[in-house]
């Protein structure tokens, strides 16, 4: 029986046109995700759709995956301008299972992500949430494996099946983790990889921020010149916003004291902690052959 707890005990954010991010230090009831995320609980898919789209609940999943022990602790839902078709958008459930090995000040967590108009097949991913931040990472192929399953046949089935594949892969995460904690950069690398990892999140020419802002500890236990370390800082600055920087004009006129916006949309939280990720590990590389 999976642990219920009030909505109020979950730390929901929205943003965007309808957009919602909630989180929570104890496994979600469906009274919780249904109010941070409606289309978990569409009882059909968007009419759009043909008649070959395979309808499932994403709940009917959820409830499969409960009945394995993987409880969920996350969820994110998109936005869109169109007011009808929110109830269908595309989100993402983080679940974990109960007494789940911790990867140093990490849990490895399983990611779930699927739509009900058409934008995305049910997609599993293996996850990292580093406990001390509250900051979720997900894995880049190569070091885990990403698994699609269409819309069609037994998808419950196959979606528990998949957890189970990518969870396999923890051993191999732990090992990409370690290698990285017991790789040291000199402050001029940190801060190289720091500017390489804006140009995944910036638009070229448009990093408002410096190395050093990047590259900035948030809290004691971010302290190291190790390269996981160094990743998750970057990773959490450019990810979770609140940097301040001046805005200049063209001619380098100041204009206004800005903070940067955080990542929130499903797809490009996604797509940059995959890249940032794959970036550490390039790092990683030129340091092991150096």
Not at 104 to 120: I, K, P, Q
Not at 142 to 165: C, F, S, T, W
Not at 195 to 202: H, I, K, N, P, T
Request: aromatic share 6%; charged share 30%.
């Amino acid at each position: 029986m999976y642990n219920v707890q009030s909505v109020s005990s979950a730390r929901i954010a929205r943003f965007g046109s309808g957009g919602v991010i909630a989180r929570s230090k104890t496994a979600m009831d469906d009274e919780t995700l249904f109010k941070a995320s409606p289309a978990i609980f569409a009882r059909e898919k968007h009419n759009s759709r043909s008649d070959k789209f395979t309808y499932i609940p994403t709940i009917d999943v959820i409830n499969g995956l409960r009945q394995e022990g993987f409880m969920p602790y996350e969820v994110r839902q998109g936005g869109s301008r169109d007011v009808e078709k929110r109830g269908f958008t595309k989100h993402l459930i983080r679940l974990r299972r109960d007494g789940e090995r911790e990867v140093g000040d990490s849990v490895r967590e399983l990611v779930l992500v699927n739509a009900h108009d058409g934008t995305s097949a049910y997609q599993l991913m293996s996850g990292l949430f580093r406990l001390v931040c509250s900051n979720g990472l997900v894995m880049p192929d190569g070091v885990a494996q990403m698994l699609r399953i269409p819309h069609k046949g037994d998808v419950v089935n196959d979606v528990i099946e998949g957890a189970y594949e990518v969870i396999k892969d923890g051993a191999a995460i732990d090992t990409v983790v370690d290698n990285m904690k017991a790789i040291t950069l000199h402050r001029d690398e940190q801060e190289a990889f720091a500017l390489a990892a804006a140009e995944l999140r910036f638009e070229e020419g448009k990093n408002p921020l410096q190395a050093q802002q990047i590259n900035a500890i948030r809290r004691s236990a971010d302290e190291g010149a190790d390269v996981w370390r160094t990743f998750n800082r970057v990773q959490e600055n450019l990810t979770k916003g609140g940097v301040t920087y001046i805005d200049r004009d063209d001619r380098g006129n100041y204009k206004a004291r800005r903070q940067t916006r955080p990542v929130n949309s499903i797809d490009g939280n996604v797509n940059l902690n995959r890249a940032l990720f794959t970036l550490a590990q390039e790092m990683q590389k030129i340091k092991i052959a150096a």
